[in-house]
């Protein structure tokens, strides 16, 4: 079974509308989970991680993701994007039967249009 | 400035070449990691260290070999056994050992062609 699903390999928008990157996780415990953003031939930036805290985390540039363990879902969203936005997203899962590594799904690639 | 230095940022090799691609951190890290990367596959774990002198096979370590032989430094070599080396890798640290809830530090990655 997949460990990280990314629903979308792609996603467009338009510049000022909202972004939805939608991440679904297996695991039988409550993992970690993150998400990275990585510009073109880039190394990978921390966007926000979810700890088993506070189920809305709040990350850097506006974005925002929503822990819901009925739905095994870990999706990203921004109210208004940014042509900066631009750029390939990946969400991670980590800790449970997963240990000590960190299981990439397969990336969104986000196009925001002027 | 702390943070993960790979080196070099593009490398070229010809077939039946070893070739070995570097990475530092000097973040105090225990953990160190691998990938690689080809287009629509997300990242790939190939090798990753907990601590020193101790490393483990990642999910496509065919191939490859590593080394931990200090904290900070953790290279990779990509053999000639390796089928397809042609990718972009990208090493990674992350802070305690046994720790799962850290994130993990990402370098800038080398593009390795084989030509």
């Known amino acids: 079974a997949q460990s990280v699903t990314q629903l979308d390999s792609h996603v467009s928008v338009s510049e000022g509308t909202p972004v939805l990157l939608r991440c679904n996780y297996s695991s039988s415990y409550s993992p970690s989970l993150f998400w990275y953003v990585q510009h073109p031939n880039k190394g990978l930036q921390l966007l926000l991680k979810?700890?088993?805290?506070?189920?809305l985390v709040k990350g850097i540039n506006g974005f925002e993701a929503e822990f819901k363990k009925s739905e095994t879902s870990f999706h990203l969203t921004k109210p208004s994007a940014h042509m900066s936005d631009a750029a390939e997203y990946f969400c991670v899962v980590a800790g449970g039967e997963y240990g000590n590594k960190l299981v990439f799904g397969a990336g969104t690639i986000l196009r925001v249009k002027s | 400035d702390g943070g993960i230095t790979q080196s070099p940022k593009y490398l070229f090799r010809k077939e039946g070449q070893n070739v070995t691609l570097s990475c530092e951190q000097n973040?105090?890290?225990?953990?160190m990691y691998w990938y690689r990367q080809d287009p629509g596959q997300g990242l790939r774990l190939i090798y990753y260290?907990?601590?020193?002198?101790d490393f483990q096979k990642g999910d496509i370590a065919e191939g490859y070999s590593v080394s931990r032989e200090k904290k900070e430094s953790f290279p990779l070599t990509v053999t000639s056994a390796q089928k397809n080396p042609t990718a972009f890798y990208l090493c990674?640290?992350?802070w305690g050992h046994g720790v799962q809830n850290t994130e993990a530090f990402f370098g800038q990655g080398t593009r390795l062609t084989v030509v």
């Open positions: 973040l105090n890290h225990d953990a």
């Open positions: 260290s907990q601590i020193v002198n």
């Open positions: 990674a640290s992350r």
């Open positions: 979810y700890t088993s805290a506070a189920t």
